[in-house]
């Protein structure tokens, strides 16, 4: 049977023993986000200022994150494209590549739903975006779930140590 | 970013027009047997040596590239690699074919705004073409061998990153640079940049023979013009003459020596180049306000 594959999107699901509030916070906060995603993310409104903390990003604002160990230089920079306040955030991710994030309950658990579009799909492109974005979300995602759920924050902390999937 | 080994030829499509590059590609390979590539126009690119002393050939004039430099190619320019040395390992980083543009838009117009500025592209970066003396640079690009097939989640993403900041450093550490190379008093701008090049060309070399015996005459040769000419073009362009520039290089140097190291003072005006330290000394106080003693209390200046 031949099967044909979509490369200009993917879609993971993650089910997560909390509420869907603490997960939308964890996506659209600076502090949510620095507890289980790269290094840190700086969330400015349209006029520049930075977000507090605990502030929920906006559309039209702007994102900036960086990369463990590397906090001068942010690794990607976008906008936040979409947002409901309580169950639904879009951003721009690396090479403008729009990321939404939608947040629903599903047999008494919270359901992290992660879908990258607009792919590009030449040969070259589908390695580099779609395996290498999947590949990292995946990791990412189940780290999302481990620190949701009260365990640990799987992140490589040491330097030292380099080509890991944990960072 | 894509790592490959080495090609037989960078542009498959014809050799008349430079390659265009989707995305940065970084070639490197360790040779097991002679590599040539024969003459073709390259995209944009940052030509190093991992291992070895490698012999990159653009527009015909042959440059040879070690651990401690490395070699910008322009768009447009005749390259060609002959390299013959057992596990010498070339690397060439091809950075995509929008990126300069877009760095150089950003770096003028500011990230902010879009693209309705792009009337004026492509940018002319001939300015930045020569050996660029530079081992942190030649380090960075390296290190992207190890990233392109790291196994880090977002590896790509980093990698793209890292590739970004490479050429937006490069551009800012050359922003002196291009300003000289505006300093030419030549009406064609392709003038203006050959002189440009072949007079930048004779500073770097100055910088790594700051400590031998040279005359204006052999730093005159290194730019292909007789030491007349050499001398007003030099000074066009750094506001200085190269004696007083090489005088300028031997302080420096000497300073970072005093400050680095335990050498005796003698030793660190000789290992400058210095003939005599007592002119050294009243050079060096001149320059920096105070005598090189002052550094090593207790030792004769």
New interface residues.
């Given amino acids: 049977m031949a099967i044909t594959h979509d490369f200009s999107t993917f879609k993971l699901r993650v089910n997560v023993k909390t509420s869907v509030e603490n997960a939308f916070q964890a996506w659209a906060t600076s502090a949510g986000q620095r507890s289980w995603f790269l290094g840190k993310t700086i969330f400015t409104d349209p006029e520049g200022r930075v977000r507090g903390d605990n502030e929920i990003a906006q559309v039209g604002d702007g994102h900036a994150m960086y990369l463990p160990f590397k906090p001068d230089e942010p690794v990607v920079k976008g906008k936040v494209l979409k947002t409901n306040g309580k169950d639904l955030f879009s951003f721009s991710f690396a090479n403008d590549i729009p990321v939404t994030i939608t947040i629903y309950k599903e047999h008494d658990e919270t359901i992290v739903e992660l879908i990258e579009s607009n792919l590009p799909t030449d040969e070259g492109s589908v390695a580099k975006q779609f395996v290498s974005d999947s590949k990292g979300w995946v990791f990412y995602l189940t780290n999302l779930k481990s620190t949701l759920e009260g365990g640990l924050d799987l992140r490589n902390t040491n330097e030292a140590i380099k080509n890991v999937i944990t960072h | 970013m ?1 790592v490959r080994p080495l090609p037989k030829t960078f542009n498959p499509d014809n050799e008349i027009t430079p390659p265009v590059y ?2 940065h590609f970084l070639f490197s390979e360790t040779l097991k047997m002679p590599y040539q590539c024969p003459e073709h126009p390259s995209g944009i690119g940052l030509l190093v040596s991992e291992k070895g002393s490698c012999n990159y050939y653009v527009n015909g004039i042959k440059n040879q590239i070690d651990q401690n430099n490395v070699f910008f190619v322009n768009r447009g320019s005749q390259l060609a690699i002959k390299t013959t040395a057992f596990g010498v390992t070339p690397t060439m980083l091809f950075f995509n074919s929008q990126l300069p543009d877009l760095v150089q838009h950003s770096l003028i117009y500011s ?1 902010e705004v879009l693209l309705e500025n792009f009337d004026n592209l492509p940018y002319d970066f001939s300015y930045l073409e020569r050996v660029h003396v530079d081992a942190g640079l030649r380090d960075r690009i390296i290190s992207l061998i ?1 990233l392109g097939s ?9 990698a ?2 890292a590739v970004r ?1 490479i050429f937006e450093d490069l551009l800012k550490a050359n922003r002196e640079a291009y300003k000289f190379s505006q300093n030419i008093q030549a009406v064609k701008a392709s003038t203006r940049l050959e002189i440009f090049r072949r007079v930048s060309l004779a500073r770097n070399w100055m910088e790594e023979n700051f400590n031998t015996p040279i005359t204006l005459e052999d730093i005159a040769a290194v730019a292909s013009m007789n030491s007349q000419h050499f001398l007003r073009m030099f000074k066009q362009v750094y506001c200085i003459t190269p004696h007083q520039y090489l005088i300028d290089l031997k302080l420096r140097k000497a300073k970072h020596l005093l400050e680095s190291t335990k050498l005796t003072i003698n030793d660190i005006c000789l290992a400058v180049g210095f003939e005599s330290i007592f002119s050294f000394s009243i050079l060096y106080k001149k320059r920096f306000g105070r005598p090189p003693s002052q550094l090593r209390k207790g030792e004769p200046s």
């Fill in positions: 894509l989707v995305d990230d190890e790291s196994c880090s989640s977002f590896a790509d993403i980093q793209d990153a900041a």
